[in-house]
């Protein structure tokens, strides 16, 4: 599903939402939608993304998904997000944002928006969007679920 996308500003930003969207986080739309620079914290094996609220979160305390380097460049959701974030040069707010027609980054993305920019894409790359991609995110919760449980207490 990423052959086909860009590399132009449009392109790497619908990269890292699919990547970490698709397969690495398992993010609801709202919660990538809801994502701001503050929340990103590069470290050597990936970045860690602090989730500030959540559906699954009932408590309010926020949760924190760590998104490790994957094994095939092409695939991986860390450079994809720090291509994005170069190209863009944000400096705060959000880290999804709009692009207009010109190319101009624009106010933040809804989470609806980002989920007509995962269904294009998936048009685009002529896939059937409701299988391959709920089975990508719930194989991406079970593991984030497995990593969670495997913690030790602090």
Not at 19 to 24: D, E, I, K
Not at 54 to 78: H, I, N
Not at 93 to 121: L, M, P
């Amino acid at each position: 599903m990423l052959a086909p996308i860009a590399t132009d500003l449009r392109g790497l930003r619908d990269r890292a939402l699919i990547l970490l969207v698709g397969w690495a986080a398992a993010l609801r739309r709202s919660e990538l939608a809801a994502l701001e620079l503050r929340d990103l914290h590069f470290e050597r094996e990936g970045v860690v993304l602090t989730i500030r609220r959540s559906k699954r979160d009932r408590e309010g305390g926020g949760e924190e998904v760590a998104v490790p380097f994957a094994a095939e460049l092409e695939q991986c959701p860390v450079p994809a997000l720090q291509a994005w974030l170069a190209a863009a040069a944000l400096a705060e707010g959000r880290v999804f944002r709009s692009i207009d027609r010109h190319g101009a980054i624009g106010a933040n993305v809804s989470g609806w928006t980002i989920g007509e920019i995962v269904k294009v894409r998936v048009e685009a790359a002529s896939l059937e969007a409701t299988s391959a991609l709920t089975r990508c995110a719930q194989d991406s919760r079970r593991r984030r679920r497995e990593v969670a449980s495997a913690k030790p207490p602090s």
